[in-house]
């Protein structure tokens, strides 16, 4: 199955900044995911990239907010932008389906907006 | 009814134990379903799929039941490191996974 490397793995960041999430793929994929998922909760999808073409976003998830860039097929970034602290989260980004239809994740970017 | 619905636990069980986690989906349109592994502060990792007959892979059996909308995941002989949540995921195709929030369980030595 493909490996994910996701950075950063943490940050604390200040209300109104932003922080764009890095997933690079050691093999070439058609699309990525991305996902949140807050405290206690499960994954809720963001929204999904393609390459080529401008993300699809989830109900609840915009584009303002969330920029994704999807230059080719091994790379994306997820920006969460103007963070509030309801923006705490961990982040992941995701490909799939590989093998026995399974997806794999990157390790996850644990969010704190103070 | 949520789309995914499993008992969130936790599961405080002793080494050793034969422990069953179950999985309810709402969407009959479903067509493949997973069981994954989450540890804390890690991502989920892909435990296995779940075939219509019912699949092992060692101490893990998992079945489904698509009359009743029903996965469950079974584990024997419990290990110190099957400590984790197991998340119920439904693929229904064209549709975003759907994960469910998760069973812990704890093994105690």
């Known amino acids: 199955s493909a490996v994910i490397s996701q950075k950063p793995s943490r940050d604390i960041c200040q209300r109104g900044t932003s922080l764009t999430i890095q997933c690079q793929v050691d093999?070439?994929?058609?699309?990525m995911f991305w996902y949140r998922q807050q405290p206690g909760q499960s994954l809720t999808l963001i929204a999904t990239?393609?390459?080529?073409?401008?993300?699809?976003?989830e109900s609840g998830f915009v584009i303002d907010k969330f920029p994704i860039s999807r230059p080719n097929l091994t790379f994306s970034t997820l920006t969460v932008s103007n963070m509030s602290p309801e923006d705490s989260s961990i982040y992941l980004c995701s490909v799939g389906p590989g093998g026995l239809g399974g997806y794999t994740f990157g390790s996850g970017t644990r969010l704190t907006v103070v | 009814r949520k789309e995914v619905e499993q008992d969130p636990g936790p599961f405080n069980v002793p080494e050793g134990a034969t422990v069953a986690f179950n999985c309810t989906y709402s969407n009959s349109a479903s067509q493949s379903f997973f069981w994954y592994r989450q540890d804390c502060r890690k991502e989920p990792k892909l435990l296995m799929s779940?075939?219509?007959s019912g699949n092992e892979d060692g101490r893990f059996t998992a079945q489904l039941n698509r009359a009743s909308q029903y996965i469950s995941l079974l584990i024997r002989d419990s290990k110190l490191s099957d400590s984790a949540t197991y998340l119920c995921v439904v693929d229904s195709g064209n549709t975003p996974l759907v994960f469910g929030k998760g069973t812990r369980l704890s093994v105690i030595a």
């Open positions: 093999s070439q994929v058609t699309m």
């Open positions: 779940v075939y219509s």
């Open positions: 990239a393609n390459q080529g073409s401008e993300a699809t976003y």
